[in-house]
């Protein structure tokens, strides 16, 4: 079973940057698309970022132009660079495996961002 561990969270200042990352356990890391997702306090998880195996990427409409996601197969980790942070960009992040539209291993305890000044 893979493990996934996020990590690179914080406090941080509306217009500052955080730089994510996902380190996964498992040989098979390179074959799945890999997905960042976040959850505001008292709303639902959702999906922000996503990269195919092949380096694909496609981003929901309120972080595109200010995150990237990016991967390194070889250290079987994702990362999710955040640009031009807001306070609604405040959440707990988790990245996953998916398919199609589903996440598909068991979520890691993901990491805080907090944006405010």
């Known amino acids: 079973q893979v493990q996934l561990v996020e990590s690179g969270g914080g406090l941080v200042q509306p217009g500052g940057s955080l730089r994510l990352s996902c380190a996964a356990s498992?040989?098979?890391?390179?074959?799945?698309?890999m997905a960042w997702y976040r959850q505001a306090p008292g709303k639902q998880r959702v999906l922000v970022a996503r990269?195919?195996?092949?380096?694909?990427?496609n981003y929901a409409d309120s972080v595109n132009g200010r995150f990237t996601i990016s991967r390194d197969n070889a250290k079987n980790t994702v990362y999710l660079q955040m640009n031009s942070l807001k306070p609604e960009d405040t959440a707990v992040y988790y990245c996953?495996?998916?398919?199609?539209?589903?996440?598909?291993?068991?979520w890691g305890q993901g990491t805080q961002v907090t944006v405010s000044s």
């Open positions: 498992g040989s098979i890391f390179s074959i799945y698309t």
């Open positions: 990269i195919t195996s092949g380096g694909s990427t």
């Open positions: 996953n495996a998916v398919r199609g539209p589903l996440a598909i291993l068991s």
